[in-house]
């Protein structure tokens, strides 16, 4: 059965921090790898990396794709109070995707 | 682009009765997925729908089920509710299911809450 686990659960930090968020994966027929923020209801595409994209930047938001060690981070630097969310991480397997249970970031002022 | 749209936003049910959740892709999307997402946790997968037919199903009993229509709109039907399906029913649409690396949009979802 596939599986995703995120780390840490939660994180509490200041604005300007930076913080990395963790994600593993076991699954079969690996595709892609999603990263999604949720703040309220919707998650909404931050990322996807593939075998051929394995490093993406936006911002003040990068991620990499490690498939020898089947892990991926997202680094958020300089933080903001509306970077306060849920981070989602999901592999996606012929258009299932399997998520973890995400990072719940608080961005303190 | 209206982007995916789920109705209704928020839905209260009895315990025993059914329910039906609609979902409108985003436009030039012909791929629809449901998930449940309970508090706490993130979504899980419950089926896929692509060309009017059930492609790829998660571990969710039978009392779940769905339907693709021709302008690729979806409905996710749940018969005989439990206290347990309380959750938010979320839609994501992408393109079709079998092509190479493509994301999914979701929906801002459907709060059903069983009493």
């Known amino acids: 059965e596939d599986k995703v686990v995120q780390s840490p659960l939660s994180l509490v930090v200041h604005e300007g921090d930076t913080v990395t968020l963790n994600c593993s994966y076991e699954v079969t027929n690996f595709r892609s790898l999603l990263w999604y923020k949720q703040e309220k209801k919707a998650p909404t595409f931050l990322f996807m990396l593939t075998s051929s994209g394995i490093e993406k930047k936006s911002g003040r938001l990068s991620s990499i794709l490690d498939k020898k060690e089947l892990s991926s981070i997202l680094n958020i630097t300089a933080t903001q109070t509306g970077d306060s969310a849920i981070y989602l991480c999901?592999?996606?397997?012929?258009?299932?995707?399997?998520f973890g249970d995400g990072t719940t970031l608080t961005v303190k002022p | 682009d209206a982007g995916v749209t789920q109705s209704p936003t928020h839905l209260i049910k009895t315990r025993g009765q059914q329910v039906t959740l609609r979902c409108s892709p985003k436009?030039?999307?012909?791929?629809v997925s449901w998930y449940q997402q309970a508090l706490g946790q993130g979504p899980q997968f419950i089926f896929q729908y692509y060309e009017e037919e059930e492609r790829q199903r998660g571990n969710f009993p039978d009392r779940f089920s769905g339907h693709q229509f021709p302008n690729y709109s979806s409905e996710l039907n749940v018969n005989a509710l439990l206290l347990g399906d309380s959750a938010l029913y979320l839609c994501?649409?992408?393109?079709?299911?079998?092509?190479?690396?493509?994301?999914?949009?979701f929906g801002q979802g459907t709060r059903l809450t069983v009493v």
């Open positions: 436009s030039g999307h012909d791929t």
């Open positions: 999901a592999v996606s397997n012929a258009g299932k995707s399997t």
């Open positions: 994501a649409s992408s393109l079709a299911f079998d092509r190479v690396n493509t994301e999914a949009f």
